[in-house]
C-alpha cells in the first residue's frame, strides 16, 4: 500500500528551469570556468617566474663554481711552478750535482707525491745529457718523445710549456 509520506524521491532531484536554483546553477557554470581559466593563468605565471629565477640562480652559481675552479688550478700550477724552481735552484747552485738535485728532488717524487719522476738534463753544444734522475723513467723519455722536449726547450718555448708537457696538459 503505497503511502504519500512527501514529495517522490525523483521530485526532490528535479528542479524546474524556471525556478531560481536552475538558474543560480546557470551562473556558477560560467563563474567556474572563469576561475578555474585564472587559476591556470596564475599558476603558469608563478612557474615562469619560478623558472627564469631559478635558471638565473644556475647561471650565477655556475659563473662562481667556474671561478673557484680557476683559482684552484691557478694555485697548482704556481705550487707546481714553486716545487720545481725550488728543484733547479738547488740544481743550479751545485752546479748540478747529481746528490744535492736528488736530495732536493726526492721531497717531491713518490707514488703519492706531486711528480712520479724528476730528471736533470745538461743540454749544450754536445747534446743533451741526463745529470740525474729521481723516481721512475718519465713517460717522455720511456716513449721516445724527450728529444722533441728538449729541442723544444732549446727553440724558445718556455719553461712553463715544457713542465705542462711533463704533466700532460
Not at 747529481?98 to 753544444?125: C, I, K, N, Q, Y
Request: avoid cysteine; proline fraction near 5%; aromatic fraction near 4%.
Amino acid at each position: 500500500m503505497p503511502t504519500s509520506d512527501g514529495p517522490s524521491p525523483d521530485a526532490l532531484t528535479s528542479t524546474p528551469s524556471g525556478s531560481a536554483e536552475g538558474s543560480v546553477r546557470r551562473r556558477l557554470v560560467p563563474l567556474s570556468v572563469v576561475v578555474l581559466v585564472v587559476g591556470l593563468l596564475l599558476s603558469a605565471g608563478v612557474a615562469w617566474a619560478v623558472a627564469a629565477s631559478n635558471e638565473r640562480d644556475e647561471q650565477r652559481l655556475l659563473g662562481v663554481q667556474v671561478e673557484q675552479g680557476r683559482a684552484y688550478v691557478a694555485s697548482v700550477v704556481q705550487n707546481l711552478t714553486l716545487r720545481l724552481a725550488a728543484t733547479a735552484e738547488v740544481a743550479s747552485a751545485t752546479g748540478a750535482a747529481p746528490a744535492s738535485f736528488d736530495a732536493a728532488a726526492s721531497r717531491d717524487v713518490g707514488s703519492h707525491e706531486v711528480f712520479a719522476s724528476l730528471s736533470l738534463w745538461r743540454v749544450g753544444s754536445h747534446g743533451r745529457v741526463e745529470v740525474a734522475a729521481v723516481g721512475g723513467t718519465p713517460e717522455a723519455a720511456a716513449t721516445g718523445q724527450l728529444p722533441d722536449l728538449l729541442a723544444r726547450h732549446e727553440n724558445g718555448v718556455g719553461a712553463s710549456d715544457v713542465v705542462s708537457y711533463l704533466l700532460g696538459r
